[in-house]
């Protein structure tokens, strides 16, 4: 998916990665009220749930396919300049924000005096955590660089495997039967769990797929699918009854990582007619949506937080509808205000900054 020399598929995948996390926090309710609101809305909820979980890799990779393939271009000083005013600072603005958000939204007993102890131990909101990880791989890509532009190739693969291992199947099997085993990562999204999706995205940059191997990918998708609906149904009802577990939908998982390459190895191939590819020459709607999405990441937990309670005089939910129809169009809904207000947040010079 080419334009001359844009290309397509980066910012399509954004932006169908930070729909998919907002169709993530919009179904994730249900998951935790099995015994409230019954087998039927729990499934809709923990399908919808499960289909998306490949949204953060899949930002993980394509920052790995573009910072790992050109760290070395730019002087240290110029590449960590870049990354501040990108991810740094927009972290210190929205943490803020979202701090006196938790105080006057949510109406939460925190001192002020307290905001720069609690940013440097805990994500101040949810969604902010993914920020700290950004932060911890860019710290880490001059190494990774050097490391993958001198590497051969069965070093890298070897690489991916011990990653593999230690911060993807070993952390399922401990979680799973509640062991320890030593050399593994721990069950957690932390930097190095999620390294793999970093260096993925490098190594599978210019990856090129055959119809017939774009079939085997989607094949991988929905048997990975099934097995994240399926096991989290199994050790959240049938081992927890009805208490929420969600070890299969962790991004380092087995079946999430599945799920990851698929879209990633489908999306990086997939064809676009040639009137898209000639409408967006013209009207720019992809490129400019995704250059937005990064804002969209930042703002969409707090319009939910808004449409939710109400703020705005009217009252929208996941439940509003049907579920089975309430979250993809509440997500939506949440996805087109989040452009919207990101959108013009960029045409007011003296604001425009804080959203990379």
Request: hydrophobic share 55%.
């Amino acid at each position: 998916m080419k334009e001359n020399d844009y290309l397509v598929w980066p910012d399509l995948l954004k932006i169908a990665s930070v729909y998919a996390v907002i169709m993530i926090h919009s179904a994730a309710p249900l998951l935790v009220q099995y015994c409230e609101r019954g087998a039927t809305d729990w499934w809709i909820g923990n399908l919808y749930d499960a289909f998306s979980r490949w949204c953060i890799p899949l930002f993980i990779m394509i920052s790995g396919t573009f910072v790992l393939g050109n760290v070395h271009d730019q002087s240290l000083g110029r590449f960590f300049r870049k990354r501040a005013r990108r991810v740094v600072i927009p972290l210190l603005i929205w943490s803020f924000i979202y701090f006196l958000w938790r105080i006057y939204g949510n109406n939460e007993a925190l001192a002020l005096s307290s905001f720069p102890v609690i940013i440097f131990t805990e994500p101040i909101y949810y969604h902010l955590w993914y920020l700290y990880v950004i932060i911890g791989l860019y710290l880490l890509a001059p190494f990774l660089g050097i490391y993958l532009k001198n590497a051969e190739r069965q070093n890298v693969s070897y690489f991916l495997m011990l990653w593999f291992i230690t911060a993807s199947l070993l952390p399922m099997v401990e979680s799973y039967f509640d062991v320890r085993i030593y050399l593994s990562t721990g069950a957690s999204n932390t930097v190095f769990t999620l390294l793999g999706y970093f260096v993925l995205g490098y190594v599978l940059r210019d990856m090129l797929l055959r119809p017939v191997q774009m079939l085997r990918y989607l094949l991988l998708f929905l048997l990975a699918f099934f097995m994240t609906a399926s096991g989290t149904y199994y050790v959240t009802v049938r081992q927890n009854d009805g208490i929420f577990d969600g070890i299969f939908y962790e991004y380092f998982s087995v079946n999430v990582l599945a799920m990851s390459l698929a879209i990633f190895a489908i999306g990086k191939n997939i064809t676009l007619p040639a009137v898209v590819l000639r409408f967006e020459k013209r009207f720019g709607i992809i490129r400019t949506t995704a250059s937005c999405v990064p804002g969209m990441y930042l703002i969409h937990a707090m319009l939910i937080e808004i449409s939710k309670e109400g703020l705005l005089g009217f009252t929208f939910s996941q439940t509003t509808l049907h579920p089975a129809l309430g979250i993809p169009v509440f997500a939506f809904g949440i996805f087109l205000a989040s452009l919207a207000v990101v959108f013009i947040v960029k045409l007011i010079p003296v604001i425009r900054f804080i959203v990379p």
